[in-house]
């Protein structure tokens, strides 16, 4: 297990695969982001996506399943208090595959809890292309040893 | 139709509120969030958070299906967003609480290429107990108000 001490700064991480279906995007969207460029195919091919694409909330939760499946099992991690500066730089869309790319930027201790600190990760959503399609920062609580 | 011209710095409006349960919260975690204090009622009585708790990407997927349907309340003509400055998880959300949302316009400039103009803002869910529990700065395009014809 991975603790505070043992990440650094400038360590680099490479995991997932999420394999992008038209149903979950409809699926998702009709629950929390019903907008038709999410919803309908021909409304979307005339929009200026010029087809169906995933809600940039479901593009944040697909990298947390990554994220959840690859990386919190090898690090003490407990929670994050919420993230910087996303982005969402290209659309998602069906049949795409991503994955994520990760980098610790910067780690805090905690003044008021001793057994903890944060971390500051960099994540990039890549697509099978290589092309960057959503990136952010992570306040992530990590445990000390 | 609002346009980006109808938005002004200091605005507020609300948006609403929704509840949500144990089931939508295990739900949405076993398929994008699956970590014990989401998906396990048991092993999250002995988390730190003493209960089960929704993902926090739960939390923000409600607060923009709040803002969409307070958007085609007031028609307004948005195009999406680049991104956000920044979301704080401020407190726990746990099943059965109602969340209330509300959003001040901070600022707004258009854009010097395309017919749109962007509107930063901050946005805010509370519970029921008045607590904040997930605040975003956030940026949204508009299309702009067309030319009188």
């Not at chain 1, 990554?66 to 998602?92: N, Y």
């Not at chain 2, 948005?78 to 609480?97: E, F, H, M, N």
Request: proline share 5%; aromatic share 8%.
């Amino acid at each position: 297990m991975k603790h505070f001490e043992d990440v650094q700064v400038g360590d680099v991480m490479r995991f997932g695969r999420y394999e992008v279906t038209r149903e979950e995007i409809v699926e998702y969207a009709r629950q929390f982001d019903p907008q038709p460029f999410h919803l309908d195919e021909e409304a979307a091919k005339a929009s200026m996506f010029g087809g169906l694409i995933a809600s940039g909330w479901h593009t944040g939760a697909m990298f947390i399943r990554m994220v959840v499946e690859h990386m919190t099992p090898e690090h003490a991690t407990s929670g994050a208090m919420g993230f910087d500066d996303l982005k969402w730089l290209r659309p998602v869309r069906p049949g795409d595959v991503l994955s994520v790319e990760s980098e610790i930027r910067e780690k805090i201790e905690s003044r008021s809890r001793p057994d903890r600190g944060t971390v500051k990760i960099e994540s990039r959503i890549i697509n099978q292309r290589g092309e960057v399609v959503m990136s952010l920062v992570s306040l992530v609580i990590y445990l000390r040893r | 139709m609002k346009y980006w011209e109808d938005f002004e710095v200091g605005e507020t409006t609300e948006l609403g509120s929704c509840s949500i349960t144990e089931a939508e919260i295990l739900a949405f975690a076993r398929k994008y969030d699956p970590q014990p204090f989401h998906i396990d009622p048991e092993a999250a009585r002995r988390s730190i958070f003493g209960g089960l708790i929704a993902s926090g990407w739960h939390t923000c997927a409600l607060m923009m299906r709040l803002s969409v349907d307070a958007a085609r309340r007031e028609e307004a003509a948005a195009t999406g967003s680049p991104g956000l400055d920044s979301c704080r998880w401020l407190k726990p959300v746990r099943p059965g609480d109602t969340l209330t949302g509300r959003t001040e316009v901070l600022e707004t400039w258009p854009s010097r290429s395309k017919p749109i103009g962007f509107v930063r803002r901050r946005l805010e869910l509370v519970n029921q107990l008045g607590e904040a529990v997930l605040a975003v700065v956030g940026v949204t395009m508009y299309r702009r108000r067309p030319a009188a014809a």
